[in-house]
């Protein structure tokens, strides 16, 4: 039951007017331009009429008050309507309903509308939508169509109205409207859907190529990441071996170093007590000339032989160490020689070439230059067709080089060797002869000088002896360059997992009677890996992995998405 009327700004009705029913109205008389029909446009307009035209209207503007001579003109028309709800007949069951209390006796429903064509609707002074009214109003069977309110002239619209018209007034009034607004918006919905639907299969399409190229990276990745781990695998296995035999040999090295200097300092006092001794024994002036001179020189020759004999380990630890490098630069170089040359640039070389050719039959004054030319022109296409091998094969020539040169070193060291061997057989002869003529005079330095010689004799064992160690010292000092080295390039391709071999364990034992030549094995197989993982990149693609993996959640969250939306699509499909 309508109960009151409240106006405010609306068409003709400047201030704030109310009506009030308290009691049945058969009708509203008043003379023409009284404002009769403005009243029940409000009515209409208040319910949610949308028909401007309907409320004798061309715009929204049309229906505030426009002002006069008394009162201004207004910027907001509204118009609020209240009804009785003692029997709680009102409900509001959209999802607007757990929002919105009607557990009242009264509902007011309220419109305004600004000259800017913006509207707002409200119930119980709360904003609500233009579905939430239309809402409301279906459950009691009431809105704002002409079946209800028939304004002036419109009685033969009604009787003359077309069954389309006819059937639109019927479903108004069994309360049907609001299903059309859901049926409308459901529709809205369902194509919003569908369109969603098909940007997230396009987009889904576009991310697919993207991903099963990264897919086929994160394999390699992944490969090398194997390959990674059997390389830490092997090289804590190899540097734990290679650092306990460089220890081990600097110790026993060393250690033999110290005993040799030891023993050759005890045996260089006990020569100086027996020469002093026989110093002093008043010798012939003629044979202790001799015997000096030919001790000084015997200590010369033997000096520069234990020169020489240095050199000479020297050298042979040198070439010992430069045949390794060698080896492991041919290993290196067997697997970066397997290229194949395109057939259009070897063609190509050719031509050049015999143009080359052609060019010094005619003109023979010019052939050194063009001799030099296609050395050029070969030293180019081997330069560009070696790649990463050419550096090798130079690292081979320039070791070949220094190795030929420690070759003829050595040979010449032995020459100079065979030469004082011989002069020191000479001196020795005539030592040995000076000797025995003092001996028949002098009987008593026999005993000193016998053992005088014996001592100068293993001296000189001695020093061959520390010779040898010095040598092998420094070919310890050499692999463990090489071992420094090895860590580093280990460090470049698998990063602080190369220092997992400080944690390995091993059985010493058994390493001690492990043949050298396993840990060379295990080398070559190091220097294999390297060279892979060299050429699948290394151990990188950390930024790979996490682009494959968010590509990887995009697709899945799009896969739900659709999945999503193809129930909602089938939900609303349902409800519509």
């Known amino acids: 039951m309508l109960k009151r009327l409240e106006l405010s700004g609306f068409k003709s009705f400047a201030k704030k007017s109310a009506l009030e029913f308290n009691a049945p109205v058969t009708a509203i008389v008043g003379p023409n331009g009284s404002g009769k029909s403005n009243v029940a446009e409000s009515i209409r307009f208040v319910l949610g009429e949308q028909s401007i035209k309907s409320l004798r209207s061309k715009k929204g ?37 757990g929002d919105l209390s009607l557990n009242f006796d009264e509902i007011t429903i309220s419109r305004e509308v600004y000259r800017d064509g913006v509207n707002k609707y409200l119930i119980n002074g709360s904003q609500v939508r233009l579905r939430d009214i239309i809402e409301l109003l279906s459950s009691v069977n009431i809105g704002a169509s002409g079946h209800h309110i028939i304004s002036q002239g419109e009685a033969d619209r009604v009787l003359n ?9 019927i479903e108004e009034a069994l309360g049907l409207k609001i299903y059309h607004w859901k049926i409308n918006e459901s529709d809205r919905k369902l194509e919003k859907t569908n369109e969603n639907l098909d940007k997230a299969e396009s987009l889904r399409r576009e991310l697919l190529p993207h991903i099963k190229f990264l897919k086929k990276q994160v394999e390699k990745i992944e490969k090398a990441e194997e390959m990674r781990i059997r390389l830490s695998d092997i090289y804590a296995e190899y540097l734990k071996k290679e650092e306990t035999y460089i220890n081990r040999e600097k110790e026993r090295a060393k250690g033999d170093k110290h005993s040799a200097e030891t023993e050759l300092s005890r045996i260089d006092s006990e020569i100086k007590a027996i020469k002093e001794a026989l110093a002093r024994k008043g010798e012939d002036s ?65 031509k050049t070439i015999e143009a080359a050719f052609s060019e010094a039959d005619n003109a023979p004054s010019m052939i050194p230059g063009i001799i030099a030319r296609i050395r050029r022109l070969f030293g180019e296409f081997l330069s560009k067709h070696r790649g990463g091998g050419d550096d090798i094969a130079a690292k081979i020539a320039a070791i070949r080089e220094e190795l030929s040169q420690a070759e003829n070193e050595k040979r010449e060291i032995e020459k100079s060797l065979a030469s004082i061997v011989a002069r020191e057989d000479e001196c020795n002869r005539a030592l040995n002869r000076v000797k025995e003529e003092n001996d ?17 004799a293993k001296r000189s064992d001695v020093a061959g002896r520390l010779n040898v160690i010095l040598s ?12 420094t080295e090895e860590i580093k390039e280990g460090n470049a391709l698998i990063g602080q997992e190369i220092l997992k071999y400080k944690r390995q364990m091993i059985d010493e034992a058994a390493f001690r009677s492990e043949p050298r030549s396993e840990q060379e094995i ?16 290394g151990a990188g693609g950390s930024e790979m992995l996490k682009e494959y993996k968010d590509m990887e959640e ?11 939306l193809k129930k909602s699509a089938e939900s609303l499909t349902s409800l519509i």
């Open 522 to 537: 295990k080398r070559k197989e190091i220097e294999k890996l390297k060279i892979r993982l060299e050429d699948m990149g």
């Open 61 to 97: 503007e049309d229906l505030i008050w426009n002002g006069s001579k008394s009162v201004s003109q207004m910027n907001r028309a509204a118009v609020s309507i209240t009804f009785d709800n003692s029997k709680k007949v009102f409900k509001l069951e959209g999802d607007s309903s």
């Open 161 to 169: 109205a077309s069954a389309k018209d006819r059937r639109v007034m």
């Open 286 to 350: 003629s044979r202790t000339d001799e015997l000096r001179r030919l001790d000084s020189e015997l200590r010369r020759l033997r000096s520069e032989q234990d020169e020489l004999s240095r050199n000479l380990g020297r050298i042979e630890a040198k070439m010992e160490f430069i045949a390794r490098e060698e080896r492991v630069l041919k290993t290196k170089q067997g697997e970066a020689s397997a290229r194949t040359v395109p057939f259009a640039e070897v063609e190509g070389l050719a």
């Open 440 to 456: 028949k005079n002098k009987d008593q330095n026999r005993d000193r000088e016998r053992l005088y010689y014996e001592l100068i």
């Open 472 to 483: 092998r010292l420094e070919l310890i000092e050499r692999e463990e360059a090489s071992f």
């Open 554 to 564: 995009r697709d899945q969250f799009l896969t739900r998405e659709i999945e999503d």
